[in-house]
């Protein structure tokens, strides 16, 4: 468990003082894959470098597995960092070492024998598919193999949290699933927390579990995927998954064009088998005009969204609105 309590960094340039990290608090759980996602100068990288002190917070707490990080002298934390992974967006390897003495460099840092150093690299470019690329230089790789090599690096020495500092950036949408599917790989055989940073929805809608979204260093909403995509509470959580689903919905639908109330419909798993938007025409006076609609397939279920226009009095209106609320379906009146 990651405990993180009213966490503030403050850089200061020629006297010009900056609150990248604005009293941000977070628990993040054993194998969580947490994502975090803002627009850029957000606070993310801030956030999650202050996870392993790469950053020094100016104040607040950060506990891992009920260690107070901040309160290690410097040996303690470099002991400490091996439980710590971390990715990164341009891979950060050795370019004069092999695709081997990169993933080897931890374990040589550790003084581990020759003899296990072998066994353990070996075993590890076999996870990672690389086996073949052993003598390989960084620069004889794609992007994709980069990652795959620093992922390996990563996990050389068997840490507890994998930090991921926006780590398929730069990478082609088939080379970022493939960098996804590892990842979660990773978190469900070695059991390994890991914490994602990213600017794309599309990234948090494939693997992670829960989500934070910072904006001006500040977490302004946070909640499991599902509910986030379900039932967004911000205009920029909406923007983020307007950016993944075909159509960015409000900003298309104009209220002022239409003459009925529109409303924006969020349910999860089944309630998108049941037929509840003809059962609510049945059931109420009123005519409904589909006016947009989508389904996002998460990790453990599905959300859809659909956007209605409902034409009738404005007593039936409201109870076709608390029939769908029955239903578990969230209801949002489009101003
Ligand atoms: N060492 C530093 N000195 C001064 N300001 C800094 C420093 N590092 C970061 N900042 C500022 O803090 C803010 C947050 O930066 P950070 O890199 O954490 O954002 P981010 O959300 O990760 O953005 P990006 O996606 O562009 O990397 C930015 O305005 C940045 O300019």
């Known amino acids: 468990?990651?405990?993180?309590?009213?966490?503030?960094?403050?850089?200061?340039?020629?006297?010009?003082?900056?609150?990248?990290?604005?009293?941000?608090?977070?628990?993040?759980?054993?194998?969580?894959?947490?994502?975090?996602?803002?627009?850029?100068g957000a606070g993310k990288s801030t956030l999650i470098r202050c996870l392993n002190r790469l950053e020094e917070p100016t104040s607040g707490s950060i506990s891992i597995e009920g260690v107070d990080i901040l309160s290690l002298g410097k040996e303690e934390l470099r002991l400490f960092r091996k439980k710590i992974g971390m990715i990164f967006q341009d891979f950060n390897l050795l370019k004069q070492k092999t695709v081997y003495d990169n993933v080897a460099l931890p374990l040589y840092l550790e003084k581990m024998e020759t003899k296990k150093i072998k066994e353990k690299v070996d075993l590890l470019l076999d996870y990672v598919g690389l086996k073949d690329k052993k003598n390989s230089y960084p620069s004889e790789l794609s992007g994709g193999q980069k990652q795959r090599v620093a992922i390996a690096r990563a996990i050389a020495n068997d840490p507890k949290v994998l930090l991921s500092d926006e780590a398929t950036s730069s990478l082609d949408p088939q080379t970022t699933v493939s960098i996804l599917e590892l990842l979660k790989r990773i978190q469900g055989e070695l059991g390994i927390t890991i914490i994602m940073i990213?600017?794309?929805?599309?990234?948090?809608?494939?693997?992670?579990?829960?989500?934070?979204?910072?904006?001006?260093?500040?977490?302004?909403?946070?909640?499991?995927?599902?509910?986030?995509?379900?039932?967004?509470?911000?205009?920029?959580?909406?923007?983020?998954?307007?950016?993944?689903?075909?159509?960015?919905?409000?900003?298309?639908?104009?209220?002022?064009?239409?003459?009925?109330?529109?409303?924006?419909?969020?349910?999860?798993?089944?309630?998108?088998?049941?037929?509840?938007?003809?059962?609510?025409?049945?059931?109420?006076?009123?005519?409904?005009?589909?006016?947009?609609?989508?389904i996002d397939k998460l990790q453990s279920t599905s959300v859809g969204h659909l956007i209605l226009e409902l034409i009738g009095e404005e007593s039936e209106i409201e109870k076709s609105m608390d029939f769908l609320k029955q239903k578990n379906v969230t209801v949002e009146v489009i101003e």
């Open 198 to 294: 990213t600017h794309q929805m599309e990234v948090v809608k494939q693997i992670c579990n829960k989500v934070a979204i910072m904006d001006g260093g500040v977490v302004i909403e946070e909640n499991t995927v599902e509910n986030v995509f379900n039932n967004p509470k911000t205009t920029l959580a909406k923007s983020f998954i307007g950016s993944v689903n075909t159509l960015a919905e409000e900003e298309i639908i104009n209220p002022n064009d239409f003459k009925g109330k529109l409303i924006r419909l969020g349910y999860l798993g089944e309630s998108s088998n049941n037929p509840i938007v003809s059962q609510m025409i049945k059931n109420f006076q009123i005519e409904v005009n589909i006016l947009s609609g989508s």
């Open 1 to 40: 468990m990651i405990k993180i309590e009213n966490l503030n960094k403050v850089f200061e340039t020629g006297g010009i003082k900056f609150e990248a990290i604005k009293d941000v608090n977070l628990n993040i759980n054993d194998k969580d894959i947490y994502g975090i996602i803002g627009l850029s």
